[in-house]
Nanobody
């Protein structure tokens, strides 16, 4: 089973940028479709972005497409989330997740078997 550790979160002013990283260890990273989710206080966990095992296919939540980009580097066992033009509404704990069983990438959290511990992103106005 793969183990996931997120990094790169922090405090940033509105309009700023952050790049989140998720480092994977354990089983073959390129067997897994990967996803990013976020959860703000008092809200449900929501889909942010996903990328296929090979990196050839990706999906970003419609409202975030112009600001967020997902990528992966299978040689480094890492998946990245580049975020620009951040807004206070982006404040949340961001989680990466791994889906080994999926034929295609998915937005459904319960399809992901393994989750990281999360990294806090706080955007000040």
């Amino acid at each position: 089973q793969v183990r996931l550790v997120e990094s790169g979160g922090g405090l940033v002013q509105a309009g700023g940028s952050l790049r989140l990283a998720c480092a994977a260890s354990g089983r073959a990273f390129d067997d897994y479709n990967m996803g990013w989710f976020r959860q703000a206080p008092g809200k449900e966990r929501e889909f942010v972005a996903a990328i296929s095992a090979s990196g050839g296919n990706s999906d970003v939540e419609d409202s975030l497409k112009d600001r967020f980009t997902i990528s992966r580097d299978n040689a480094k066992n890492m998946v990245l989330l580049q975020m620009i033009s951040l807004k206070p509404d982006d404040t949340a704990v961001y989680y990466c997740a791994a889906d080994q069983g999926g034929y295609s990438i998915t937005r459904i959290p319960r399809r992901y078997e393994t989750w990281g511990q999360g990294t806090q992103v706080t955007v000040s106005s």
